[in-house]
C-alpha cells in the first residue's frame, strides 16, 4: 500500500520515536523506500549577534553549509543504524522552511506517506514555536502517521 516512506526528523531522540512505526509500516507494506530528511532552516540577513556585531552573508552561508553537513552525518549515521529489510533508505537535507518543504517534497516525489513524531507542545511554547507537524497536517496533500513522544499527556 505504502510504497514510499517520507520521515521528517529534527536531530532529536524524540523525532526518532516514530521509527519503530516506520520500520512496521515499510515491512508490513513492502514499501520499496523510505526517505528520511532533514530540513536546515534559513538564515536571514541582518542576525545580531551583540552590540556592533552583524554576521555577514558569508558567515551565514559559512553557518547553512555547516548545518547541512552535520544533518547529512546525522541522517546517514541514522540511516546506517536501520535494518528494514529490502527497504531502500534515502537521506535528504533541504534548506528552507520545515513544514513547507516536508509538504512539497511528499507532493513532488510520490511520497504516499508522511510519518512524523509531535513534541507535544501545548500553550506558548506552541505559539511562540509554532506546530511543524500542525503545519504538515493542514498542507500536505499525502496521508501522515503522527506519533506522540512517550511521556507526553493528553491535553498536551
Not at 16 to 32: Q, R, S, T, Y
Not at 75 to 92: F, H, S
Not at 122 to 149: C, M
Amino acid at each position: 500500500m505504502y510504497k514510499k516512506i517520507l520521515v521528517p526528523l529534527d536531530g532529536s531522540k524524540l523525532a526518532e520515536c516514530v521509527l519503530p512505526h516506520v520500520e512496521d509500516i515499510a515491512k508490513g507494506c513492502n514499501a520499496e523506500t523510505v526517505v528520511l530528511i532533514r530540513v536546515v532552516e534559513t538564515l536571514y540577513i541582518p542576525i545580531t549577534a551583540g552590540e556592533g556585531y552583524m554576521l555577514s552573508t558569508r558567515d551565514l552561508q559559512r553557518i547553512e553549509e555547516e548545518s547541512k553537513t552535520e544533518a547529512a552525518r546525522y541522517l546517514d549515521e541514522l540511516a546506517g543504524r536501520l535494518k528494514y529489510g529490502n527497504v531502500n533508505i534515502k537521506t535528504e537535507v533541504i534548506v528552507g522552511k520545515p513544514a513547507e518543504i516536508i509538504s512539497d517534497y511528499a507532493a513532488g516525489n510520490g511520497v504516499e506517506l508522511i510519518a512524523i513524531a509531535t513534541h507535544g507542545r501545548s500553550g506558548v511554547s506552541r505559539w511562540v514555536w509554532g506546530s511543524v507537524t500542525d503545519k504538515v497536517l493542514r498542507s500536505s496533500h499525502v496521508p501522515i502517521l503522527v506519533v506522540r513522544v512517550p511521556g507526553s499527556r493528553p491535553g498536551e
